[in-house]
């Protein structure tokens, strides 16, 4: 069986908290070198995604021989374990190597944000440490592996991905139109109430705090792992979940509050929604995605687009900040992902000056953003 809570850990780490200290005089002001990294990282988990489910197809595909053969009684119990294991052995070989591909695409970008002064902690054991498990733990696997039947393996398995890429529904441009359909309905007067909630950073609308845990208190002996203190984000419930039949599931709503130290880089307060999905298509995913941010879109009296960086973001009533994506799993769980939050462009340039030149007019105005 495959270990990822190594990777999921890194996932939430990288993918959650905020970035560490910045160089000032090294790292550029507008986040574009995390931005970059951030989208390499993507795109490198998601070719091992595609990886990943190749290789699902390929213990198929393997096994598919064997058990033909043992249904008409030709192989005896010694070589049908012979068989089996020969398998098993190129399969865990296969399988270290892309989970190790997993961590060394979090492992990079660490790097390269230290490099591009973007980040000025080390390549803490998080990480280092976790790689070279992952290393060692394919060099065990490998070095059972059969090198002959390996080779078969690894060759078919590239076949299948091949096939895969070749029959692969591609991503399609976001679709952005504003659909006023909803604006008289309770969906848009849930939306209106938590943007009305928004001047005051949600304080309203903000009740228990919620402990979610990575690892379980007494998991193999263990005092437990909160994600909050991994993603420096504390998560609080809230009674306000939209949501529409077509989205198919119910959501996970509430507060997101950043715990940062560094307040220049903090999560700012914002009202959070995730649609989480077992099985879908990215077609299904997208067209799910865009038609809820369009319905969001016509909740408002005007819009403001305000960037690329989400499938949608843009600003409404020129009070909030909105943004939608979307997370497809390449055959694994996969999410849609909503977040309202305070419209603060001047509080943001005041955060940005503030990490340049400590000025003490900057940092209050910045911790404005941050308490109501």
């Known amino acids: 069986m495959r270990v990822h809570a190594s990777c999921l850990l890194l996932a939430l780490a990288a993918q959650l908290a905020p970035a560490a200290a910045r160089d000032a005089k090294r790292c550029p002001a507008d986040f574009s070198v995390e931005h970059r990294l951030d989208a390499e990282r993507e795109a490198a988990l998601n070719l091992n995604a595609r990886e990943r489910a190749a290789i699902a197809d390929l213990r198929s595909v393997t096994m598919a021989p064997i058990r033909e053969k043992s249904n008409r009684n030709e192989l005896d119990r010694d070589e049908y374990n012979r068989l089996t294991k020969q398998r098993g052995d190129a399969l865990d070989c296969i399988d270290a190597d892309n989970n190790l591909k997993e961590q060394q695409a979090y492992y990079n970008e660490k790097i390269k944000l230290i490099e591009a002064g ?33 080779a078969q393996a690894i060759k078919k398995l590239k ?25 008289s309905a309770p969906f848009c007067d849930q939306i209106r109430t938590v943007a009305g909630h928004a001047p005051n950073l949600f304080a309203g609308i903000t009740k228990e705090k919620k402990e979610k845990w990575f690892i379980t208190p007494g998991t193999l002996g263990s005092k437990g792992v909160k994600i909050s203190d991994i993603a420096e984000i504390d998560e609080y419930a809230t009674p306000i979940t939209v949501s529409q039949d077509f989205l198919a599931v119910r959501p996970e709503c509430s507060i997101e509050i950043g715990t940062e130290k560094n307040i220049t880089i903090r999560i700012v307060p914002t009202y959070a929604c995730d649609w989480h999905y077992d099985k879908t298509n990215r077609r299904e995913l997208e067209e799910r995605t865009d038609r809820l941010l369009n319905l969001i879109r016509g909740c408002f009296g005007s819009i403001k687009e305000d960037g690329e960086f989400y499938r949608h973001q843009f600003v409404g009533d020129d009070a909030v900040a909105v943004s939608g994506d979307l997370y497809y799993g390449e055959g694994k769980p996969s999410r849609i992902y909503l977040k309202i939050a305070k419209h603060t462009p001047a509080e943001d340039r005041a955060c940005i000056n503030y990490g340049f030149q400590h000025k003490e007019q900057d940092k209050k105005l910045c911790m404005s953003r941050l308490k109501p």
């Open 118 to 150: 973007c980040d000025t902690g080390s390549a803490d054991k998080l990480y280092a440490t976790w790689l070279k498990e992952g290393e060692a733990r394919k060099g065990k696997a490998c070095a059972k592996a059969d090198l002959e039947y390996l």
């Open 159 to 183: 076949e299948i991905q091949a096939d895969k890429l070749a029959k692969e529904e591609k991503s399609t441009p976001a679709v952005k139109t504003v659909d006023a359909s909803q604006k």
